[in-house]
Antibody, heavy 121, light 111 residues
């Protein structure tokens, strides 16, 4: 059974940092591209970052570029999101999502349960 | 402001059919990129509903169907059931943003 379990969320002050993790199991992690998607309270979904299966290709949404860093450790079946210079508008539930390739640039066939990040003083 | 535009809400009585539209532009849906749909039940993570415009993952009832034409796509739900009450999101790829884009979401209310 495919499982994605996020962790690392919490309360952080504006300007602070946080590192999210996503532990993957039930599939060969190293063969899948991965995304981070977030959802602000009461709002819609927002894609924020993509990493290819090898880690060689990375993309970011403009809203987080220069502040967030996506990475992965295929030996540990884990995906990460390092978030720096956090702002109030970064408050959201952060989901990791497995990317199923094909059909243009793919879609998310499995999602984690999400981890809440709250940026507030 | 989402790149893809969806109606904020739709509603229908049990057994009826509803459609949810998703309108994009020439850099996403209009450029030929595929559209995918997700269902998000209250308090849960999104779940894949339709992929590649009109394909259902195993386990998704055939009451759910998708279509795409030009710069728009649609999700149709027939034989509405109370359990269909959820938020629905469309997703595609945008070449000018080099990433996925989502619609703002549509809340379906079963009357």
């Amino acid at each position: 059974e495919v499982q994605l379990v996020e962790s690392g969320g919490g309360l952080v002050q504006p300007g602070g940092s946080l590192r999210l993790s996503c532990a993957a199991s039930g599939f060969t992690f190293s063969t899948y591209n991965m995304n981070w998607v977030r959802q602000a309270p009461g709002k819609g979904l927002e894609w924020i970052s993509y990493i290819s299966n090898s880690g060689s290709t990375i993309y970011y949404a403009d809203s987080v570029k220069g502040r967030f860093t996506i990475s992965r450790d295929n030996a540990k079946n884990s995906l990460y999101l390092q978030m720096n210079s956090l702002r109030a508008e970064d408050t959201a539930v952060y989901y990791c999502a497995r990317v199923r390739a094909g059909y243009s640039y793919g879609y998310a066939d499995y999602w984690g349960q999400g981890t809440l990040v709250t940026v507030s003083s | 402001q989402s790149v893809l535009t969806q109606p904020p809400s739709v509603s229908g009585a049990p057994g009826q059919r509803v459609t949810i539209s998703c309108t994009g532009s020439s850099s996403n849906i209009g450029a030929g990129y595929d559209v995918h749909w997700y269902q998000q039940l209250p308090g849960t993570a999104p779940k894949l509903l339709i992929y590649g415009n009109n394909n259902r993952p195993s386990g998704v009832p055939d009451r759910f169907s998708g279509s795409k034409s030009g710069t728009s796509a649609s999700l149709a739900i027939s034989g509405l059931q109370a359990e269909d009450e959820a938020d629905y999101y469309c997703q595609s790829y945008d070449s000018s943003l080099s990433g996925w884009v989502f619609g703002g979401g549509t809340k379906l209310t079963v009357l």
